[in-house]
């Protein structure tokens, strides 16, 4: 017997290797005691085979240090870390619980920060810990993330704003030389900013038209071609012979546009876009030349999910041709139709109208 009863609660002895474990139960119900008596008896065996690092009691401020200085960290660890650590930083990591997350959300709600935090910003807080508690299991810190089924709250659809031809066209005159091209660049390919930051020069090939995304946030993205439009052939052409970055300012690479951005609505009178916005601009513009969604994606570098259908679905460069062929002659068509309503002065000199591909076959002139 590993149970006795000393006055009215019970004790619990294990012997294990020699050495004998006792625990105090707090309770005089013989059931509950008996139930207590063989989880004291499963937590020393499950200790014996633990591993060294095991530390459920450790501190979330002390995992985060440990995580930023061994693990794989991104820069999103760091930029959330400050609110992860101000409420839980002082707590036993072993011991959170899905009622942690729900209080944290709430008080996150709560707190006044200027414009009121949407859900998607704390969910990407949550996610955060709970990455760097899936670390701490692969460390052998915790036997299993107490956070791994915590609760998230499903992102509400919004309002994208799409960038119509108008308004394009006062963006582009009022932007700076080296914005007017990454802005042009970012409608005509739906290039994401960094993945036009970390474009190079020698990865467009001049002779096929097209361009190689040299870097890309997500697997899908890497390495996709997108074929050009008109006006971007003819924007590129002068960096034929460039080598490195694409898009440099005074010699440097480029690492922020926000100023030159805010400059160029305000001299353009324009609403607020977001540069992100322009991607959404050139998907929204795809869909009205009725390209199919696989294309889309196969374009943005968006990721064609894990169904049945898309271990079939390859999408070959001629058809990404045809979209971008469709896309040039849309672009022309509400060009010309602003044109005649005197809402445009005159035709971008890098519309390439001498040569629309409207009427071109997508399979001609192009070798490979």
């Not at 499950?46 to 095991?54: A, H, I, K, T, V």
């Not at 990591?93 to 910003?121: C, M, S």
């Not at 469709?326 to 109208?353: F, H, I, M």
């Amino acid at each position: 017997m590993s149970l006795f009863k000393r006055g009215n609660t019970y004790t619990s002895f294990v012997w294990r290797n020699g050495e004998r474990h006792a625990r105090a139960l707090h309770t005089g119900n013989r059931r509950l005691a008996e139930q207590l008596d063989r989880q004291h008896r499963d937590d020393l065996i499950e200790r014996e085979f633990q591993q060294p690092g095991f530390n459920p009691a450790m501190l979330f401020s002390e995992l985060y240090t440990q995580f930023i200085a061994e693990g794989d960290v991104k820069p999103y660890h760091i930029d959330r870390g400050k609110p992860l650590l101000s409420y839980f930083g002082d707590r036993e990591i072993g011991g959170l619980t899905r009622n942690d997350v729900i209080r944290y959300r709430k008080l996150r709600h709560e707190q006044k920060q200027g414009k009121p935090l949407t859900d998607a910003t704390i969910n990407r807080e949550i996610e955060a810990i709970r990455r760097i508690l899936f670390w701490a299991v692969d460390e052998g810190i915790l036997k299993h993330n107490p956070l791994a089924r915590a609760p998230m709250v499903r992102d509400r659809r919004k309002k994208r704003p799409v960038m119509p031809v108008e308004h394009e066209v006062k963006l582009l005159a009022a932007a700076s030389d080296h914005l007017r091209e990454i802005a042009t660049m970012a409608l005509d390919t739906g290039m994401r900013r960094g993945e036009l930051f970390h474009q190079f020069a020698e990865d467009i090939d001049f002779e096929r038209r097209v361009v190689s995304v040299t870097h890309s946030k997500t697997p899908e993205g890497e390495h996709r071609l997108i074929p050009l439009t008109g006006r971007l052939y003819v924007m590129l052409l002068p960096y034929q012979k460039r080598k490195g970055p694409l898009f440099t300012y005074n010699g440097e690479s480029i690492g922020s546009l926000k100023t030159g951005w805010a400059a160029a609505l305000r001299r353009a009178k324009l609403p607020h876009y977001r540069f992100h916005d322009l991607r959404h601009t050139f998907n929204s513009r795809l869909v009205e030349c009725n390209v199919i969604s696989d294309v889309r994606k196969e374009l943005m570098g968006h990721s064609s999910g894990q169904d049945v259908h898309s271990l079939y679905t390859h999408i070959e460069l001629p058809q990404l041709r045809d979209a971008i062929a469709r896309l040039d002659a849309w672009y022309l068509t509400k060009l010309s139709s602003l044109q005649a309503a005197g809402e445009v002065n005159s035709l971008p000199p890098d519309a390439d109208t001498d040569h629309p591909r409207k009427e071109e076959s997508p399979h001609e002139n192009y070798p490979g």
